[in-house]
């Protein structure tokens, strides 16, 4: 469980979150939406401890941001906006060196590279070198390194970005296991087809703020709207007035 309480971020004179608090629970999947420069990817990236929040509080697993850091990153997997593999080495490479920095060993770091190779269709390109995958290619790679340690939270931040129609269906399709399997999953997106199709809460955040937040079904009865982007467009509105 991921549970953000009040939360404040500001750079200089900008203010980038300002108070957002809001529950992602175990066995859902959770969306964060809001324009570019709401404040969604600072909020992200205060949950898995890359930031310092100025005020407020976050929790996954009952363990604070601030004060359990390592505790945080054991118990969550993240796949932040831009992968980040390392080019020189191959996909297997860059998933098991995840799995020795998660305290993995062994057959047993073996055994669940193998796995993830597997789940994720890498085999064909797991003893290449990153450097000249595509896009979808390195999506592959960043999603195994953050699941490599089995955590029970699962942050993406704008998975499908880049990817093609049966790598975006395929991810979608890992999403819900990870739900069904009982995990706490967060993700950021633009997409409202695949807010549609996966979340079963959404938050809105706009200039640094929740505007709103619940159920899609609640959130079309509270906005008069069944299109969930006139949805998103009029929590927006509301948030600016």
Known sequence: MIEI???????GAVRAVDGVSFRADDGRITGLLGPNGAGKSTTLRILYTVLRADGGSARVD????????????????????????????TARENI??????????????????????????????SERRAKGFSQGQRIKVALARSLVHDPRNVVLDEPTNGLDVMATRALRELIRKLRAD????????????????????????????????????ALRAEMGQQDLEEVFVRAIERGAQ
Do not use: W
Request: include cysteine.
């Open 5 to 11: 309480e009040n939360l404040e971020k500001s750079f």
């Open 62 to 89: 009952g363990h604070d941001v601030a004060e359990a850091p390592l505790a945080v990153r054991r118990s969550m997997g993240v796949l932040p906006h831009g992968t980040g593999i390392y080019p020189r080495l």
């Open 96 to 125: 098991a060196y995840y799995g020795r920095l998660n305290g993995l060993r062994g057959a047993a770091l073996a055994a669940r590279v193998d796995s993830l190779i597997e789940m994720l269709e890498i085999e064909e390109f």
């Open 182 to 217: 009982g995990r706490c999953v967060l993700f950021s997106s633009h997409v409202m087809q695949e807010v549609a199709a996966l979340c079963d809460d959404i938050v809105i955040i706009a200039h640094g703020r929740v505007v709103a937040r619940g159920s899609p079904e």
